[in-house]
């Protein structure tokens, strides 16, 4: 009894190390970057590593007055908003076809949307940049040119997730409904759709946090004045410097929202993969 107490208790230390090891990893730059928003320029350049000396609130009043960051603020809200709306709907309802209608074709269907997970996204960059440009839509240079790319890229996972989540759902709960005069569209909006709250409050939240960092394709395909925060924070580097006070509050109001809503939907999540998981 004593071998195996010690033994369990060597492997709650190093086990409970190793995530403290994970947990400093992942919490230091994120309070670094708390800090160095509140501090002097001054200070942070001479003690980056150091408590601030002074607190203060000028860099974020700074960044909050800056016309070209509220503006890709907004515009970051309005863009991911609107495309996570549009790529849930219309994922929910293919994934729902592929999970409870047999129909010809199904999973051939299937397979060709989960290929889309295995071609690296950024190899489209060059077509996208033709497709939207003067010589083909012409729609480059606006939020609408970034707006498809979204969906369309986030269609994939957000497919996979919510097929697992349909198909996990009671059968018999769902021939009850049908018995009850339920059409296939009745099944999904008042059966399928609030049983499978986790997976949808999932797909919502991984494909914004996804868009609201993507960088990439709004560097190629946004133009002036429709910038993006990810585009907006390359503002506060200069040619020789960077404004590290500055940017870190900037980053600050960027993360705040996305922690807030991980820490309250993170139950949801947990769920949401493991409907999403489930084997038929």
């Given amino acids: 009894m004593k071998k195996f107490t010690c033994r369990h208790l060597v492997f709650f230390c190093l086990r409970h190390a190793v995530l403290a090891g994970f947990l400093l990893a992942t919490a230091y730059p994120l309070v670094w970057m708390a800090m160095t928003a509140f501090r002097t ?12 000396q002074q607190w203060v609130m000028t860099n974020l009043a700074e960044v909050l007055r800056s016309g070209e960051f509220s503006s890709a603020y907004a515009n970051s809200l309005m863009l991911c908003s609107a495309s996570v709306a549009i790529a849930v709907v219309l994922a929910a309802l293919a994934a729902f076809a592929f999970a409870q209608l047999r129909f010809r074709g199904s999973h051939v269907l299937f397979l060709l949307f989960l290929v889309g997970m295995m071609i690296p996204v950024h190899v489209t960059l060059i077509p996208l940049n033709r497709l939207l440009g003067v010589d083909g839509l012409g729609i480059k240079g606006g939020l609408v040119a970034l707006a498809g790319p979204y969906i369309g890229f986030a269609l994939p996972i957000s497919i996979l997730i919510l097929r697992g989540a349909f198909a996990a759902l009671p059968p018999d709960l769902l021939d009850a409904s049908r018995v009850d005069g339920c059409s296939a569209w009745g099944v999904f909006r008042h059966v399928a759709l609030p049983l499978s709250r986790p997976a949808l409050a999932t797909v919502v939240i991984f494909n914004f946090l996804t868009m609201w960092n993507e960088f990439a394709f709004a560097l190629t395909l946004l133009g002036p004045g429709c910038e993006t925060l990810p585009l907006a924070l390359t ?41 999403g998981a489930v084997k038929e």
Avoid: C, M
């Avoid at 320029?41 to 590593?49: K, M, S, T, V």
């Avoid at 509050?249 to 922690?259: C, F, G, K, Q, S």
């Fill in 41 to 52: 320029e001054g200070d942070a350049q001479a003690r980056p590593l150091g408590l601030p």
């Fill in 235 to 275: 503002r506060f580097k200069g040619e020789h410097d960077i404004q590290i006070t500055q940017t870190s509050a900037a980053l600050v109001l960027v993360v705040i929202p996305l922690i807030i809503v991980y820490v309250f939907a993170q139950k949801h999540i947990i769920r949401g993969l493991t409907a």
